[in-house]
């Protein structure tokens, strides 16, 4: 069972930047994929990006698109997410989640086995 934390969060402006970090106690780091979900209060957790074992493969949800880069350093065990031109909407819980359990189109919670404590990202107007 991997042990995540996240790093990052906090409250900014809409418009600004913020990077999320997550660090994984895995042996073998490189040999998962690493997803980012979020979670708005009285939402479902929803997908917001994953990356393949070696980074060369990503995933984007489409509210994110253009705005979020996913990446990872199989040196430090840690995945971020570059946050860019936030909005209101993107108010949330962000996770960290590994253990992918079931590939599907579009990736689910259900999909992933081990998941961060969260960190959370306010973006006001």
């Known amino acids: 069972q991997a042990h995540l934390v996240e790093s990052g969060g906090g409250l900014v402006q809409t418009g600004d930047s913020l990077r999320l970090s997550c660090v994984a106690s895995?042996?073998?780091?490189?040999?998962?994929?690493m997803a980012w979900f979020r979670q708005a209060p009285g939402n479902e957790r929803t997908i917001v990006a994953t990356?393949?074992?070696?980074?060369?493969?990503?995933y984007y949800a489409d509210s994110v698109k253009g705005r979020f880069t996913i990446s990872r350093d199989n040196a430090k065990n840690t995945v971020y997410l570059q946050m860019s031109s936030l909005k209101p909407g993107d108010t949330a819980v962000y996770y960290c989640a590994t253990n992918l359990l079931r590939i599907r189109p579009i990736p689910r919670p259900a999909d992933f086995g081990s998941w961060g404590q969260g960190t959370q990202v306010t973006v006001s107007s």
């Open positions: 990356i393949s074992q070696s980074g060369d493969s990503t």
């Open positions: 895995l042996r073998t780091f490189s040999s998962y994929t």
